[in-house]
């Protein structure tokens, strides 16, 4: 057993640990000089590049250098302890002994310049800490900085440090102390093979300049881990040198303190490679602690064979692209793709920055290795769209904007789960658990949340959902359809077949839209003029007036907002920053969007800005689309304080605005005198009285069901166990109201029946079997978006059922002995938990001591939106009696809007009956 | 001369060689200095339309906030590393992971000190930094 450990041994270290360094060493020396012929100090990154993508054979001898001298420094280290272990220090003079002792120090800096050396983004943050921490040696330490790493970004002076000044010296010292340079032949020999099988197989590092994770070669990694932890780094410099002393002393004392300080040496040692590992393996960007087996890094041990005998492409005539100081390989094949909106011209970013993979190698698999087809989804939204010197600012907005952490949603659920009591705290769909609500929301909600991937190439469609950058600003055109036709054929897996790129733009259509925002609210669909059905298409046998969505709902034609009809999309009201955010968190959506309608429909000209006030953001967007500022003017938004980058003022303070997409200029019209004539009406949003109608569903039951299959739309899974919605009616009508009412002020917006719902919370998991069902009757504020250009007359809400929160139904106006009172006969059956119509916000009641109104603020979706109380309703519906004789465009009825409408009722005539509550 | 004062040819030889080497080093100091001080100074430019929150040029970081500009050295103040990444509105450092708010200030070690402010001054529509 001990020969056979002996052979083994044997076969491991073959002569002595300094004979086989020296061997190494040469082989170093030797690789050197090769490789100096296609380094280029004056672009050392590039030349590097290049020789990875064109020259497997100088990849060859950048690998022996780099082996060689890693096996230099291992084999250096392990001769020095074996002198310690048998005392050989004793044996040394002390001149010589002192040599040694510098010496290593200049291995470890002829190590440290070759790292540099390759320049790229590890090396050039290696050469700012040596600099620092050299700068921190007192008396001398500047001086020493810049005579041994020169300045600046300039590697000359390191380049001859590596090449002559350090290498001379350790060969001086080598000669002085084995006498010689050679090895043995057989020793050279076979350390030349390990080093030729190590080449061959495994690449010398070289950062992709991407990546955010940080790291020096593997003998500082310890260091760089020990810095973390030093606010004032130069005690690093202490522990070196203390080292480095001891090891000096060491001929010099006594036997048995020589011992103890070996031993410290030896305990260092082996902290010091406790640290490396941690460093390497469980450090990830920013230095923060990672695990490798997180999946993000599977390289550690990725062997790369060098390809000499692959069938050598052609290299473009005009050599291999330099892209942002970058080699990319990606052109040799790709480099007739178009399509490309010209600020993403792969000449000017190149295809790595967006798609990772391999930019080094020619070979296709190993270039795509690791790749990502689709880049722009919010996992990798950082590494692509968002670096350093792309978008990293609007990454950082989208990630705390409402598309992405869908906080309202969250919160509403939670809230009529019984799962938290407030509805204005935040919430992120990042952080959802397994809680009878969260699962709700996994089973029937979260499916839009802009971080879910988009994981199959070609365009957004009705059934897009999430896809992060994608979502919004990819597009295809014919001729990329055509393209990714042809891809589609080939199954996905010849690339080179794509030649037309889809375009990443400004163009952001309503179709972008559309996939998320057709359900829930269906503001895209309302836009359009499309209310949703309960048929199927098979129920229909006359599709005219119908529309049949790619997920098969249908849907009926009522009318289209004013806006679309007029050729406005989505994008020329909703700016960048509430689209994507501004940066802070919101609860819910109407408090992220600030676009108001008073901001382009004004009697008054608003705030405006020229063209040089206007932020970055609106004035790249100006400039991409080409429009013309001279002699413009821009509004300023009254909420945001934000300009509307693509309206304008002109000389004649005649206000337009420029369609995104179709570049269409629309003029702004003013207000009708109706709605700024006098303060009756000021509370009353414009939308309460311009939307012609919103979409509107009577009650819903949620079960849970354990056997039936269903779908997390976080995870993007099936699995057994769902909760289930069954819904009642779909319905289409003039909305009812309510206000937003909190210290800002107040508010008339309209409602919809948000949440009249019953939840079998005891179905999920059977957790608590025999509880009551949980039943909500709130509503939710909506911006429904069917404006109608003529406002809803005065019957409209004063004496509509609906529009004051009772439901539908008919409500009547009697008069009988000289006194008038309000009837209401509700269309729907009482509900038996609450007693209220199903479809009612609030009970047709005006006794003070009906319940209902005790927290009025507890029927909505929002902590700051409620229902009319019992006094506003009777002053609305004290007006609706005045109307039931008067008309609406009388004398009587338009002066009451002049006079204080309380004075007003004492000079009306006997012959008016008022209302008796 | 005592022979207890007398120095050995060995210990004459040692001193002679610190004579002999404290001129070069001064010649190596003074050379290393007037070059240094010979250099330019370097400036950054940059078109005046800087986004808002945390940008990166290179040696320099801008920070503006509702329109107050103020731009750093984009070292590090622990060790001299390149600052190029945001995250959460702050500065961080790839190196060994300190962070730093937009105004400089350390938020998270090993840094403990500011980021370097730099003066700058507005010239025809681009910024100009004294690096």
Known sequence: ?917 | MDKKNKISRKEFLRYTWVVVAAPFIFIWGMSVKRYREAGTKTQVRIADDIPNGISFYDEVVISKQAGDIKAFSAHCTHLGCVINNEENGEMVCPCHGSRFDANGKPTKGPAVERLRQLRFEKQDGEIVIEV
Not at chain 1, 40 to 58: C, K, Q, R, T
Not at chain 1, 389 to 412: F, K, Q, W, Y
Not at chain 1, 668 to 688: I, M, Q, R
Not at chain 1, 882 to 901: G, P
Request: aromatic residues 12%; negative net charge.
């Open chain 1, 1 to 917: 057993m001990a020969d056979n450990f002996k052979n083994i041994k044997s076969l491991i270290i073959y002569d002595t640990y300094g004979a086989i360094a020296s061997a190494a060493f040469l082989i170093c020396a030797v690789s050197g000089i090769f490789l100096a012929i296609p380094y280029d100090i004056s672009a050392p990154y590039e030349s590097i590049g290049e020789m990875l993508i064109v020259n497997p054979f100088a990849v060859f001898f950048r690998n022996a250098h780099y082996w060689s001298a890693q096996l230099f420094l291992v084999f250096t280290l392990l001769h020095i302890w074996d002198h310690l272990k048998q005392s050989g220090e004793k044996k040394v003079r002390p001149g010589v002994w002192l040599r040694l002792v510098i010496s290593v120090l200049v291995v470890f800096f002829v190590m440290i310049t070759g790292f540099i050396l390759k320049a790229d983004a590890d090396a050039l943050q290696a050469r700012q800490i040596m600099e620092s921490l050299i700068e921190k040696i007192p008396l001398i330490g500047d001086l020493l900085a810049f005579s041994l790493l020169g300045q600046g970004k300039d590697l000359q002076l390191i380049y001859v440090h590596h090449i002559a000044t350090a290498t001379i010296f350790l060969i001086v010292i080598i000669i002085e102390h084995s006498k010689t340079i050679w090895s043995k032949g057989a020793t050279f020999l076979y350390t030349l093979l390990i080093v030729s099988v190590l080449s061959f197989f495994f690449q010398s590092p070289l950062h992709d300049n991407m990546s955010q994770v940080m790291k020096g070669p593997w003998y500082f990694v310890g260091l760089q881990e020990i810095l973390h932890w030093l606010s004032s780094p130069g005690f690093s410099l202490v522990l070196v040198f203390s080292i480095l002393f001891i090891l000096y002393l060491l001929p010099r004392i006594s036997e048995r303190k020589s011992k103890i300080f070996k031993k410290l040496i030896l305990y260092t040692f082996y902290l010091y490679m406790g640290l490396t590992i941690i460093g390497y393996f469980f450090r990830g960007e920013n230095w923060e602690w990672r695990t490798p087996w997180d999946g993000k890094r599977t390289d550690y041990f990725d062997p790369k064979p060098i390809l000499f005998g692959q069938n050598y492409f052609e290299i473009p005539e005009n050599g291999i692209p330099t892209i942002n100081g970058r080699k990319e390989s990606c052109m040799i094949c790709h480099i007739d793709v178009e399509g490309f909106s010209p600020a993403h011209n792969p000449l000017a970013i190149g295809c790595v920055s967006c798609h990772g993979g391999d930019s080094f190698s020619a070979d296709k698999d190993r270039a795509h290795r690791n790749m990502t087809v689709i880049p722009g989804n919010l996992s990798d939204s950082k590494r692509s769209c968002g670096t350093t010197n792309c978008h990293p600012d609007i990454t950082e907005r989208v990630d705390r904007a409402l598309m992405n952490t869908l906080s309202g949603m969250i919160t509403v659920d939670h809230f009529v789960f019984g799962e938290s009591d407030s509805l204005s705290i935040l919430n992120d769909v990042h952080h959802l658990g397994n809680s009878a609500a969260d699962e709700h929301l996994k089973n029937l909600c979260v499916i839009c949340h802009l971080g879910n991937p988009k994981t199959e190439t070609g365009p957004i469609t009705e059934l897009s959902r999430g896809g992060g950058c994608n979502a919004c600003h990819l597009n295809y055109n014919e001729k990329a359809m055509l393209s990714h036709s042809l891809y589609q054929e080939n199954n996905g897996t010849d690339t080179a077949n794509q030649k037309i790129h889809p375009s990443l733009t400004l163009q952001v259509t309503n179709d972008h839209c559309f996939g998320c925002h057709s359900r829930s609210g269906r503001i895209s669909t309302n836009y359009e003029g499309w209310h949703e059905t309960q048929l199927t298409a098979d129920d229909i046998s006359d599709s005219s007036g119908f529309r049949v969505l790619e997920d098969e709902r249908v849907f009926t034609h009522l009318s289209e907002d004013v806006h679309h009809k007029a050729g406005l999309d989505c994008i020329d009201c909703h700016n960048s920053y509430e689209v994507m955010g501004d940066g802070k968190l919101y609860a819910h959506e109407e408090q992220q969007v600030k676009i108001k309608c008073e901001d382009c429909h004004f009697d008054k000209l608003p705030e405006t800005m020229g063209f040089s006030e206007l932020d970055n953001e609106s004035k790249l967007i100006f400039s991409l689309k080409g429009w013309n500022s001279e002699g413009r003017r821009f509004i300023k938004g009254g909420e945001s304080g934000i300009v509307l980058v693509n309206t304008f003022v002109n000389d004649m303070d005649s206000a337009f605005m420029i369609g995104k997409n179709s570049g269409n200029i629309f003029k702004l019209n003013a207000p009708s005198e109706k709605c700024t004539h006098n303060g009756v009406h000021e509370d009353v949003s414009c939308s309460a009285c311009h939307t012609a109608w919103a979409p509107r569903c009577i009650g819903c039951h949620n079960v849970y069901e354990p056997e039936t299959e269903g779908y997390d739309m976080f995870a993007n899974r099936f699995k057994k166990g769902t909760w289930v919605e069954y819904t009642g009616e779909y319905l289409a009508m003039a909305p009812t109201l309510g206000i937003f009412d909190d210290e800002t002020g107040r508010d008339v917006k309209p409602a919809v029946p948000g949440m009249i719902m019953t939840i079998d919370k005891s179905s999920y998991e059977n957790k608590e079997e025999g509880e009551p069902f949980l039943f909500h009757r709130l509503y939710a504020p909506a911006e429904p978006h069917t404006i109608i250009k003529e406002g809803r007359n005065c019957k409209s809400c004063h004496n509509n059922p609906v529009a004051l929160g009772y439901g539908e139904g008919e409500l009547d106006y009697l008069i009988s002995n000289q006194k008038g009172r309000w009837v209401f006969n509700s269309k729907y059956e009482n509900n038996m938990i609450d007693g209220l119509p199903e479809d009612a916000w609030i009970p047709f009641d005006f006794s003070d001591n009906t319940e209902y109104y005790k927290d009025i603020f507890s029927h909505s979706t929002r902590d700051n939106f409620r229902p009319f109380t019992i006094e506003e309703q009777k002053r609305m519906l004290t007006v609706g009696a005045c109307l039931t004789c008067h008309d609406e465009k009388s004398d009587i009825i338009l002066n009451s809007l002049i006079i204080d409408f309380k004075d007003y009722l004492g000079e009306v005539g006997t012959e008016c009956v008022l209302p008796d509550f």
